[in-house]
């Protein structure tokens, strides 16, 4: 079931199914715990790793190798981070959620019996054109991709006139004005 | 019951897979698939009303079995409600690597998954069921089939329509599963309702897990009184569960809910005394001491951090370390996004990236708060729950192997004995 090019091959070895069964398998009980009437597996079975080296394994470990991984003195990810870590912090719910923690919840409507309403956004339909952000920059932040962060909190701040604009400015109509959950 | 032994089938995600004989769903497992003799087992079931079966249903609190545990009664008295022309679709695509639990049900035992759809399609009125199958385990369309053209032939009225997936892990996902029925990409989309009230062709429609009709057929068949007489209190009956389903030597079986966990790892052969990842790809490390302490309910494996999930349980060796295994979990299931949603398709990677970072150690501060930005930034932000049950996973990790995570940050992986840290030495 290995692949010869397969570095982990060593890892799982391939049992078989057969090795590891319970020869018998009595009726359970109730409570506690499971009666076990036929001689245990012999193979020496010391655990199982994870993300076995059979084929069709959907993980493709090769370009993380321990070798690969070790020859390089920073990974992407590292370079990533450490730039990162130079800019602003990118938006997220929970700085968003500091901005005005003391908005009223002028969303919910003068009505008071119409229900809540949140933004809701149509992530396949969603291209990061930012209109969201520019419309209702208190409310929607963006990562560092394009891609908006709603913070529901915020929305609480927002006027329903001013939400209905930015979804009806949404190029992709992937903003949507919905009823919150109850 | 149970006469013992096990049936060894092909369901399994790399291979064979080993049903063993079980109290209930599993007490057939080694008759063979065919109708007569599963109607020795299972007589065929009385129709019931759907009032009756929400209430039958809401008494012994019978859950999803495809991980989110919705109570099943609630599901059904929604569809009931939501109008007249319903569907009812059996989902056993089983995407996610670990578990085999569908497929061994279907493969060995499938007329009481069919016994259960059909009471639920009766119920709700409905002619025609839908069986969705999985895209990777090809044997199991051909079992369905079989299974069906056998009712048929015995006079059988409802009709079936059978749909295998494309695959792949989110293939599953109840939104993808719909869209596949209409004739579109096998990839989720956002739900603007569930499915209960607008699925298929915006009609109301029932859609669950494979093993919950089969357990709807045997509460069905056993009476309420019989079916809680095994579990808890609070969790009445049985549950599937696949200990290392992802690799060689996959096991289904079925147990009681209040089973030691570590009973059950002991009774498959794996060790106690390491982690286990509970609840699959999406789900959560459990230490080795609550793999000791814990029993497999939904209320104890909650309060330990985890979820029972689709009752995947993963057993780790012992010396292998769970952050290079999140790291590779987490690079597939990036590489498993349909890339549709942009926060899924550039922050899973970029998650995976950063994981891949603090694996290799060494990286410091920088890595770790990058790991916390994209946990933080991720959930919520897609059409399905994949991000959601990636960062899951990795927060976790996080939660569980602090020390590990801060000797990898500021240093390098202490499991000298990982294999592959040797070779790399």
């Given at each position: 079931?290995?692949?010869?090019?397969?570095?982990?091959?060593?890892?799982?070895?391939?049992?078989?199914?057969?090795?590891?069964?319970?020869?018998?398998?009595?009726?359970?009980?109730?409570?506690?715990?499971?009666?076990?009437?036929?001689?245990?597996?012999?193979?020496?079975?010391?655990?199982?790793?994870?993300?076995?080296?059979?084929?069709?394994?959907?993980?493709?470990?090769?370009?993380?190798?321990?070798?690969?991984?070790?020859?390089?003195?920073?990974?992407?990810?590292?370079?990533?981070?450490?730039?990162?870590?130079?800019?602003?912090?990118?938006?997220?719910?929970?700085?968003?959620?500091?901005?005005?923690?003391?908005?009223?919840?002028?969303?919910?409507?003068?009505?008071?019996?119409?229900?809540?309403?949140?933004?809701?956004?149509?992530?396949?339909?969603?291209?990061?054109?930012?209109?969201?952000?520019?419309?209702?920059?208190?409310?929607?932040?963006?990562?560092?991709?394009?891609?908006?962060?709603?913070?529901?909190?915020?929305?609480?701040?927002?006027?329903?006139?001013?939400?209905?604009?930015?979804?009806?400015?949404?190029?992709?109509?992937?903003?949507?004005?919905?009823?919150?959950?109850? | 019951?149970?006469?013992?032994?096990?049936?060894?089938v092909p369901g399994g995600?790399?291979?064979?897979v080993?049903?063993?004989?079980?109290?209930?769903?599993?007490?057939?497992?080694?008759?063979?698939?065919?109708?007569?003799?599963?109607?020795?087992?299972?007589?065929?079931?009385?129709?019931?009303?759907?009032?009756?079966?929400?209430?039958?249903?809401?008494?012994?609190?019978?859950?999803?079995?495809?991980?989110?545990?919705?109570?099943?009664?609630?599901?059904?008295?929604?569809?009931?409600?939501?109008?007249?022309?319903?569907?009812?679709?059996?989902?056993?695509?089983?995407?996610?690597?670990?578990?085999a639990?569908?497929s061994g049900?279907l493969l060995?035992?499938?007329?009481?998954?069919?016994?259960?759809?059909?009471?639920?399609?009766?119920?709700?009125?409905?002619?025609?069921?839908?069986?969705?199958?999985?895209?990777?385990r090809?044997e199991v369309?051909?079992?369905?089939?079989?299974?069906?053209?056998?009712?048929?032939?015995?006079?059988?009225?409802?009709?079936?329509?059978?749909?295998?997936?494309?695959?792949?892990?989110?293939?599953?996902?109840?939104?993808?599963?719909?869209?596949?029925?209409?004739?579109?990409?096998?990839?989720?989309?956002?739900?603007?309702?569930?499915?209960?009230?607008?699925?298929?062709?915006?009609?109301?429609?029932?859609?669950?897990?494979?093993?919950?009709?089969?357990?709807?057929?045997?509460?069905?068949?056993?009476?309420?009184?019989?079916?809680?007489?095994?579990?808890?209190?609070?969790?009445?009956?049985?549950?599937?569960?696949?200990?290392?389903?992802?690799?060689?030597?996959?096991?289904?079986?079925?147990?009681?809910?209040?089973?030691?966990?570590?009973?059950?790892?002991?009774?498959?052969?794996?060790?106690?005394?390491?982690?286990?990842?509970?609840?699959?790809?999406?789900?959560?490390?459990?230490?080795?001491?609550?793999?000791?302490?814990?029993?497999?309910?939904?209320?104890?494996?909650?309060?330990?951090?985890?979820?029972?999930?689709?009752?995947?349980?993963?057993?780790?060796?012992?010396?292998?370390?769970?952050?290079?295994?999140?790291?590779?979990?987490?690079?597939?299931?990036?590489?498993?996004?349909?890339?549709?949603?942009?926060?899924?398709?550039?922050?899973?990677?970029?998650?995976?990236?950063?994981?891949?970072?603090?694996?290799?150690?060494?990286?410091?501060?920088?890595?770790?708060?990058?790991?916390?930005?994209?946990?933080?930034?991720?959930?919520?932000?897609?059409?399905?729950?994949?991000?959601?049950?990636?960062?899951?996973?990795?927060?976790?990790?996080?939660?569980?192997?602090?020390?590990?995570?801060?000797?990898?940050?500021?240093?390098?992986?202490?499991?000298?004995?990982?294999?592959?840290?040797?070779?790399?030495?």
């Amino acid at each position: 079931m290995s692949t010869p090019n397969d570095p982990f091959a060593d890892e799982a070895p391939d049992t078989g199914a057969m090795t590891i069964l319970p020869n018998g398998a009595p009726a359970l009980p109730a409570t506690g715990s499971i009666p076990v009437t036929g001689p245990m597996p012999t193979s020496p079975q010391t655990g199982h790793v994870i993300l076995p080296a059979t084929t069709g394994i959907p993980i493709a470990p090769a370009p993380s190798t321990s070798a690969h991984r070790l020859a390089r003195p920073e990974s992407p990810a590292a370079a990533a981070a450490r730039a990162n870590a130079e800019r602003p912090p990118a938006p997220t719910p929970q700085n968003l959620r500091q901005s005005d923690p003391a908005k009223p919840s002028a969303l919910r409507g003068a009505n008071a019996k119409r229900p809540g309403k949140i933004l809701r956004v149509d992530w396949p339909a969603c291209k990061a054109h930012g209109l969201c952000h520019e419309l209702l920059p208190e409310a929607v932040g963006l990562d560092e991709w394009g891609f908006p962060i709603v913070d529901r909190e915020s929305l609480r701040g927002l006027r329903l006139d001013d939400a209905k604009r930015a979804v009806a400015a949404c190029p992709t109509l992937a903003l949507r004005l919905v009823d919150a959950p109850s | 019951m149970t006469e013992g032994g096990h049936a060894v089938v092909p369901g399994g995600f790399h291979g064979q897979v080993a049903v063993v004989a079980g109290p209930r769903l599993l007490s057939g497992v080694t008759d063979g698939p065919g109708l007569a003799i599963h109607r020795r087992r299972w007589p065929l079931p009385p129709p019931i009303s759907a009032d009756d079966l929400v209430a039958l249903t809401g008494r012994v609190d019978v859950r999803g079995r495809g991980g989110a545990a919705f109570p099943f009664s609630r599901k059904l008295a929604t569809a009931v409600d939501a109008g007249n022309k319903r569907f009812v679709v059996v989902n056993a695509s089983e995407g996610e690597p670990g578990s085999a639990k569908d497929s061994g049900l279907l493969l060995t035992v499938p007329h009481l998954v069919l016994d259960g759809a059909e009471l639920v399609a009766e119920a709700l009125q409905v002619d025609m069921i839908h069986i969705v199958v999985p895209g990777e385990r090809t044997e199991v369309r051909p079992a369905v089939e079989a299974a069906i053209a056998e009712r048929q032939d015995d006079g059988g009225t409802i009709s079936y329509v059978v749909h295998q997936t494309n695959g792949g892990f989110v293939g599953g996902q109840a939104r993808a599963v719909i869209e596949l029925m209409s004739g579109r990409e096998n990839l989720p989309v956002t739900s603007w309702a569930p499915e209960a009230i607008s699925g298929f062709k915006n009609k109301p429609t029932l859609l669950s897990n494979a093993e919950t009709y089969a357990q709807v057929a045997a509460l069905v068949g056993l009476g309420p009184s019989e079916y809680a007489r095994v579990g808890t209190a609070e969790e009445p009956g049985t549950t599937l569960l696949t200990v290392a389903g992802d690799g060689p030597g996959a096991v289904v079986l079925e147990v009681p809910f209040g089973v030691k966990l570590a009973d059950v790892l002991d009774h498959c052969g794996h060790s106690v005394d390491a982690p286990v990842l509970m609840g699959g790809y999406h789900g959560a490390w459990l230490s080795s001491t609550d793999v000791i302490q814990r029993r497999v309910t939904r209320a104890d494996l909650t309060a330990a951090g985890a979820t029972l999930g689709a009752g995947v349980v993963l057993p780790v060796d012992r010396e292998a370390c769970p952050i290079d295994l999140t790291a590779r979990i987490v690079a597939y299931l990036a590489g498993q996004s349909a890339r549709r949603c942009g926060p899924c398709r550039n922050g899973l990677p970029a998650l995976a990236e950063a994981l891949d970072a603090l694996a290799v150690g060494g990286g410091g501060t920088p890595v770790l708060e990058r790991v916390r930005q994209m946990t933080g930034l991720l959930p919520g932000r897609g059409s399905c729950a994949h991000p959601d049950g990636t960062v899951r996973l990795v927060n976790s990790m996080l939660r569980m192997f602090p020390d590990e995570v801060n000797a990898h940050a500021y240093d390098a992986c202490p499991r000298v004995n990982d294999p592959r840290k040797a070779v790399a030495r």
